[in-house]
């Protein structure tokens, strides 16, 4: 059984309230005035059947004989009327089919006790339990129990059918107040939604873009105060992204100038570095020590721009993917062999899977994952390559310590480093954010994680048929 869905909009949640509030007090006036009078009403019934049994023992109590006989008994009986019973020591007199009713809290509040005891019980229905002893009074005024103990049940039915009458009328009370709820619902909708109808066709409207969306005030109410509050908050938003578009493109423009400007004299400096590391074999110790040193740094500053230089080239938009048919075993065995890895990685997998992506950019991807593995992991390092109907699965993983509850936020950010003390190795802090913005090229994802065994997991996926934008 499908279930109703509840009312969504602001419109219908405010007619309902309205309707609710209105039923709900409508409902609780009539609930209270119908529960006090079936209470008055409760008890009015229980006063006057009390009184008539009190007054029937009353009018036969003087011409019993003391003690008492079974006549006398069975005469107290009738005289109080049916489902009735009168006891006194072992003797009896019971009639009706509801005398056995009498509950044992009655006998005993009356035999503790020296005047009526009453209770109402639901058995089969309401009645009314009734009971006193019979008191025998002296000339004196002494009042002394004569031992004789009555008892009857009397029938609620009726009381009770008026209490659910009182109870209907309260219902039908409460039920006739929502057409008025309702209509006055529509009313007070009508005026308070149409400033928030502005509100939020001026929200939309930012969160499109349009920053110069503004609603315009009306009146001095809380809703008029919101919308100066919400074009407070356009103009503040709007001079924020002005100026973080500003820095932004600064912060780009600056990026690729630098790169860019370093491209001839980092080209130079590696001219210098391959002779001073062809002839750093006929150096002393201390000056081949320090020609090795400026061979590595010239090295790292060198991949630093480059990888400056493809950041900046993502941040402008201006790459595009050169798809072509690629086997994926071949291609990762291929990155592994230019950078010296076959022997250190181990690749799982089917050797036939094959995808459309673009080839370079898939060896900076690989390259960037294992390089990562092996200089911050411990080996084996290891690749698992898979494919689904759909999506080509490649997993790198090392059985290092892993990646850190606090790292593994961080990894794809940009020249993070979660070791400080890797400050000063070769990788420049990009290669991971690199590898996250070419698999998005490709319209797949990277993600970071750590594997069952310990060490870091690098799950990269990639769609089998990406298309060229």
Known sequence: MSRRPLPRGLRARLIV????VTMLGAGAASWASAESASDALVDSSQRRLTEDFAERIGAIAPTLTYPPDQETLDRLRAAVGPNTTVTYEDLRSSEGPHADLITDEL?????DGDRIATQRITDDGPWLLIGAPVMITAPDGTRTPSGIEVYAVRDLA?????IAALASSAIGTAGAALP???LVALIAARSVLRPVRELRDTARRLADGDLDARTPPLGAD????????VNEMAESVQGSMAAMGRMQADARRFAADVSHELRTPLTTLTAVAEVLEDASGGMEADAAESARLAITEIHRLVRLVEDLMEVSRFDAGTVHPRLEEVDLAEAVRDSLRARGWLDRVETTGPETIRLRADRRRLDVIIANLVGNALRHGAPPVRIDLSASETHVRIEVTDHGPGLSDQALPHVFDRFYKADNA????PGSGLGLAI???NARLHGGDLTAGNADGGGAAFILRLPIGSEEP
């Open 17 to 20: 309230a309205f309707a609710l």
């Open 107 to 111: 006998l005993d509040a009356v035999g």
């Open 158 to 162: 009726e009381v009770h059918r008026q």
């Open 180 to 182: 008025l709820s309702v």
């Open 222 to 229: 809380e809703l008029a105060q919101l919308a100066v509050t």
């Open 422 to 425: 890797r400050t000063r190795t």
């Open 435 to 437: 590898a996250l913005e």
